[in-house]
């Protein structure tokens, strides 16, 4: 990396900031392209959004990915708000220009863009498990592709609203369901930890189904869908194309997939 002080800054910021892998494959990018440019994590306290926003613009800073928590929390603090941000309610991409703060949701497309390499959603019955941050990008990207959607979460009424919002059903148990789904979708945190209990009763998963997990690692979930014959993706090719996405919104260069995936080999994407 050769940077001089015209050097542009780009970041990320969350809480905590420590796990994430979106300065390997950005910096990458930058490198590859020979762009006097870098991305550095932030970590920022919820208290300090609004204040740590001001200075990190006031210290030159050109664009940001936004990370948990702070994805709803950085919708009132932008200018100009992307059709797309608004109607999931999150932003993941934030770019300053002298005409002001802009929002994006880049997770969206990242996520279409990731689960096409599996599988194409259009007309498929998909069943989303969760209604976390995570699941309304998912929810929102897999209507807008065409896909029948169908919800279920631990706590009802959080599925019950997301559903509502994208004018989808939910489901109150996995497995009444997931015989008859062609996809299905893990947003939430289980299978993070190895002791994890199942969702559902895994070995009910069949031939041919496509198995899509948020996590970037083989989750027990990914696991049992392989042993039992079916398509399955991890989170690593959603983590890179929300990132390039923003990327591209960053710099209007197209975003060097390729060497953005390569960078992450090290950390178990395949
Ligand atoms: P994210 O932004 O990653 O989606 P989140 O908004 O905290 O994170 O959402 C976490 C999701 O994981 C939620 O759907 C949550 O279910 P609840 O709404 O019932 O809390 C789900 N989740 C977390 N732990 C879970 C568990 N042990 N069993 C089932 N679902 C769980």
């Not at 950005?26 to 970590?43: C, I, K, R």
């Not at 062609?182 to 289980?190: E, H, W």
């Not at 890179?240 to 090290?266: D, H, N």
Request: proline share 5%.
């Amino acid at each position: 990396m050769n940077l001089t002080g015209s050097a542009e800054i780009y970041g990320v910021i969350g809480y905590p900031i420590k796990h994430s892998l979106s300065p390997v494959f950005q910096n990458a990018a930058f490198s590859h392209l020979g762009l006097n440019a870098v991305y550095v994590p932030f970590e920022i306290h919820p208290d300090y959004l609004k204040e740590a926003l001001y200075g990190l613009k006031l210290a030159g800073v050109k664009g940001l990915n936004v990370t948990v928590p702070h994805k709803e929390a950085v919708l009132e603090l932008v200018d100009h708000l992307d059709q797309d941000a608004e109607k999931i309610g999150a932003v993941n991409t934030l770019k300053f220009t002298e005409g002001g703060t802009e929002g994006y949701n880049t997770d969206w497309i990242g996520f279409l863009k990731a689960i096409r390499e599996l599988e194409n959603p259009e007309g498929r019955r998909v069943l989303v498990l969760g209604a976390g941050g995570a699941s309304k990008a998912v929810v929102y990207a897999l209507v807008k592709a065409g896909a029948e959607v169908l919800i279920w979460n631990r706590t009802p009424e959080k599925a019950e609203r997301l559903a509502r919002t994208f004018g989808v059903r939910t489901v109150s148990r996995p497995e009444d369901v997931v015989k008859e789904v062609d996809i299905i979708v893990n947003t939430t945190s289980v299978g993070l930890k190895e002791d994890d209990p199942p969702l559902f009763d895994y070995s009910l998963l069949s031939e041919g189904q496509a198995v899509v997990d948020l996590i970037y690692k083989e989750t027990s979930l990914i696991r049992s869908a392989k042993e039992r014959g079916c398509k399955t993706q991890n989170g690593f090719p959603m983590l890179v194309y929300q990132g390039a996405e923003s990327f591209r919104i960053w710099t209007g260069c197209e975003p060097p997939l390729k060497v953005m995936k390569r960078s992450l080999q090290p950390y178990g994407y395949i």
